[in-house]
């Protein structure tokens, strides 16, 4: 499906520090970016305590003996409280979850433990991502492997061979949750600095000090058969997000000399209305076009923001069944500039 373009029939402003021209509404974002300690504090209660709580039963139905199927169901509902706990140390890593910035990086190094995540190394990537998101020209950082057809046509037969593999669901989404989670965040990402090293060393050995408490507590047995399919569903519950905020039919990609800010997020990011549950349990993170025009604007605040501004509310929406879909989407063809599935 296409999706709108409300930025082109909207008046302009001119923004002299980007050195763009941006929607006289644009400006109406920046009063949304308000964290509130209150409802900070509330939403990892309301996440954090459930999380422990599962946990403690999956831990008795084994020590119990009860059927592993019964572990499995548990996990698949703690797994939907783990994607939300990212998204909320996503929110920290952004500064926008507290007011104030001692409580953004205390928090967002307490969840990046719970989410086998180092703080400073993902923040690096990240906000990389956020700078070069929809820029063919900048491809590499925080993003889903996407070649362009005529990369494709012209690449070796191993080149096109690896990247099937990679595009494949069952590898980018079922293989890509344990390996991102337990291998890749083990180590820094690249042109990495001495702080982020040091965050992923520091989060690889509170990791190890958790697995030798749980060990020495209740069992290394117990501990990965809870937390390794806990892991792996949040991981691929979390990639298919991910997948979707930037990958869905009418998206936008763009040559650097030709990439415009306002286009990517509007165009390049997806509006993906989710059902209510699903929306709480990913706090909102399917309001991804206002998210990539406004990263400091929370999560609790970022629907209201959608729903006031005409312009972001009325971009055309992803549901969740034609959001399915978008997974035969494989190759960027720039003559068409519409992604398309392998020729």
């Not at 990965?224 to 519950?237: D, H, K, R, T, Y």
């Not at 509310?313 to 997974?327: T, V």
Request: proline share 5%.
């Amino acid at each position: 499906m296409k999706t709108t373009r409300p930025a082109s029939s909207s008046k302009t402003q001119t923004n002299t520090k980007a050195g763009r021209k941006w929607p006289t509404w644009h400006a109406g974002l920046s009063a949304y970016r308000k964290p509130s300690t209150l409802t900070a504090v509330w939403q990892l209660v309301n996440t954090f305590l459930p999380y422990c709580g599962l946990w403690f039963l999956m831990i008795q139905t084994i020590q119990r003996g009860y059927p592993y199927v019964t572990t499995l169901l548990l996990s698949t509902i703690a797994a939907l409280f783990l994607v939300r706990l990212f998204i909320l140390f996503h929110d920290c890593v952004h500064g926008s979850l507290f007011p104030n910035k001692t409580a953004n990086t205390f928090f967002g190094h307490a969840l990046g433990l719970l989410v086998f995540t180092p703080f400073d190394d993902w923040r690096f990537s990240h906000l990389r991502h956020h700078t070069t998101y929809a820029n063919l020209d900048t491809r590499g950082f925080g993003d889903i492997w996407t070649m362009t057809r005529t990369e494709y046509e012209e690449a070796g037969p191993a080149q096109r061979l690896s990247y099937r593999f990679y595009r494949h669901p069952v590898v980018l989404i079922g293989l890509g949750a344990l390996f991102s989670f337990l291998l890749r965040f083990r180590l820094p990402a690249r042109k990495s600095k001495r702080k982020e090293r040091v965050s992923v060393l520091f989060t690889n050995l509170l990791i190890f000090l958790v697995v030798l408490a749980a060990s020495s507590t209740i069992g290394w047995r117990t501990y990965l058969l809870i937390q390794l399919p806990v892991l792996w569903l949040a991981g691929a519950m979390g990639i298919w997000l991910f997948y979707v905020q930037h990958q869905f039919e009418g998206g936008y990609w763009a040559r650097k000399q030709d990439w415009d800010p306002m286009r990517a997020a509007l165009e390049g990011s997806s509006f993906y209305n989710l059902p209510p549950v699903l929306r709480w349990f990913s706090a909102n993170i399917g309001y991804h076009h206002v998210h990539h025009l406004n990263p400091r604007i929370p999560n609790y605040c970022i629907k209201q923001c959608c729903e006031a501004i005409p312009a972001l509310r009325d971009k055309a929406s992803l549901s969740l069944g034609k959001s399915l879909s978008g997974i035969h989407l494989k190759l960027w063809d720039e003559e068409r500039s519409e992604l398309v599935g392998f020729p």
